[in-house]
């Protein structure tokens, strides 16, 4: 099964050390550079310790970081939500589209 992951379960599973649920639940784990950015680069910057965790298992290939290119209407979207969560959008409608 693939799973898109916004920065919040990313985060909370890396200070709570419990990264390899995810890797054990989910054959593949995408994520936005949006949330890329958020969790690890930002993360780095600031000392989190998930940070270094999540760039790991980013770097060894078992999270996929994609970019999306968003719609007209998820760009304004995101002066409402964060921007993390709208680049989420497109993901989502495939799945409806393909009915899953």
């Known amino acids: 099964m693939i799973i898109v992951s916004n ?3 990313l985060i909370a599973l890396g ?3 419990q990264l390899g649920l995810l890797l054990k639940l989910y054959k ?3 994520i936005p550079r949006e949330v890329y950015n958020e969790v690890v680069v930002n993360g ?3 000392g989190a310790s998930d940070a270094s965790a999540i760039k790991r298992i980013v ?3 078992r999270i996929l970081v994609e970019d999306v290119i ?3 209407e998820d760009r ?3 002066n409402i939500i964060d921007a993390g969560e709208v680049r989420l ?3 989502q409608k495939r799945k409806k589209r393909l009915g899953c």
């Open 70 to 72: 968003l719609s007209e």
């Open 15 to 17: 200070k709570l050390g």
């Open 76 to 78: 304004h979207s995101m």
């Open 59 to 61: 770097d060894k290939g």
């Open 28 to 30: 593949q784990i995408l």
């Open 7 to 9: 920065a919040g379960p």
């Open 44 to 46: 780095i910057r600031i």
């Open 89 to 91: 959008s497109p993901w």
